[in-house]
């Protein structure tokens, strides 16, 4: 897993994933596949894919459709595990399920 497959995730799924740093800073995919880190002030003094490849704890935010007035999603944690579970079942099961409609 990494950041492009996160950035792909978010988009297809529209949702928010953020991981912790190992510096106390938590880095935020929002729904459109921008990573970012809020609280940093300065160029960073890390690589995030690095960082990325230590995170073992993700927790995913639906993002509400526009103008929607239902409660706000409650976030979900995810071990890493679940997270490339789930990143790798998202294209694949699409694909499949696509060229079993042309046959």
Known sequence: ?????????????QTRIRFNLTNGMHCLI???GIARVPDLKSPPDFNLETELAGASEFVLEEVPAP???T???RPVPFTRD????????GPA?????DDHEDE
């Open 1 to 13: 897993m990494n950041l492009v497959d996160l950035r792909k995730l978010a988009i297809r799924k």
């Open 30 to 32: 929002n729904e459109t």
């Open 67 to 69: 103008g929607s007035k």
């Open 71 to 73: 409660a706000k999603p």
């Open 82 to 89: 679940q997270m490339t579970a789930l990143i790798h079942t």
């Open 93 to 97: 099961a699409v694909a499949a399920h």
